[in-house]
């Protein structure tokens, strides 16, 4: 069993920052790869970003290309989306996921075996 605890959320006005972590504890060495979803009220939850632990492959969503920064910390087992330009659409609940096999698409939420509890980013105009 793998646990994923979120950290990092908070509200912050448009055009801020925000740093969230992921940090993996339990049995950790058949993951694949690590992502960060995000879904708000009334809306699927979505992928924001993913790193292929493996190869260290990086995909974004197009709406945070460019502005959001997914990396790994390998001797610490954690996973990090730096949030820079933030805009009220990000305001949203995210959560970090890990994945033992590529069956599925990385932005398919099928594909992941371990979820953690989420963090709240809000974003006000």
């Known amino acids: 069993q793998v646990q994923l605890v979120e950290s990092g959320g908070g509200s912050v006005q448009a055009g801020g920052s925000l740093r969230l972590s992921c940090a993996a504890s339990g049995y950790t060495g058949s993951s694949r790869s690590m992502a960060w979803f995000r879904q708000a009220p009334g809306e699927e939850r979505e992928g924001v970003a993913v790193?292929?632990?493996?190869?260290?492959?990086?995909y974004y969503a197009d709406a945070v290309k460019g502005r959001f920064t997914v990396s790994r910390d390998s001797a610490k087992n954690t996973v990090y989306l730096q949030m820079d330009s933030l805009k009220p659409e990000d305001t949203a609940m995210y959560y970090c996921a890990a994945a033992l096999s590529s069956r599925y698409a990385w932005s398919n939420p099928r594909r992941y075996d371990y979820w953690g509890q989420g963090t709240q980013v809000t974003v006000s105009s």
């Open positions: 790193i292929y632990i493996g190869s260290g492959g990086i």
